[in-house]
Nanobody, 124 residues
Framework: QVQLVESGGGLVQAGGSLRLSCAAS????????MGWFRQAPGKEREFVTAINWTGSSTYYADSVKGRFTISRDNAKNTVYLQMNSLKPEDTAVYYCAADRWGAGGAAEYEYDYWGQGTQVTVSS
């Protein structure tokens, strides 16, 4: 069992930056692919980005490409989401997720463990 705890959310003005962290319990974290998803009010949860277990491969949704960066520190059991040039449409609850078996894809069903989420609000 893996527990995921997100932190770093908050209120920021458009054009600003935030860094989200997702701390994982368990020694097997380093073997899992990790992803970030988000859910805006009244919308379905959507894929944001993913990283494989070594950190050598990343994948981004078109809406965040060039603005967001995912990274991981396996020694700290933590995955990060650096968000720059934030826009009001980035406002959402952000969730991290762990994929035990794969390379980390864009589909929710690929992920086995989920955090509780952290709120990001971008004001215009």
């Amino acid at each position: 069992q893996v527990q995921l705890v997100e932190s770093g959310g908050g209120l920021v003005q458009a054009g600003g930056s935030l860094r989200l962290s997702c701390a994982a319990s368990g020694r097997t974290f380093r073997t899992y692919a990790m992803g970030w998803f988000r859910q805006a009010p009244g919308k379905e949860r959507e894929f944001v980005t993913a990283i494989n277990w070594t950190g050598s491969s990343t994948y981004y949704a078109d809406s965040v490409k060039g603005r967001f960066t995912i990274s991981r520190d396996n020694a700290k059991n933590t995955v990060y989401l650096q968000m720059n040039s934030l826009k009001p449409e980035d406002t959402a609850v952000y969730y991290c997720a762990a994929d035990r078996w794969g390379a980390g894809g864009a589909a929710e069903y690929e992920y086995d463990y989920w955090g509780q989420g952290t709120q990001v609000t971008v004001s215009s």
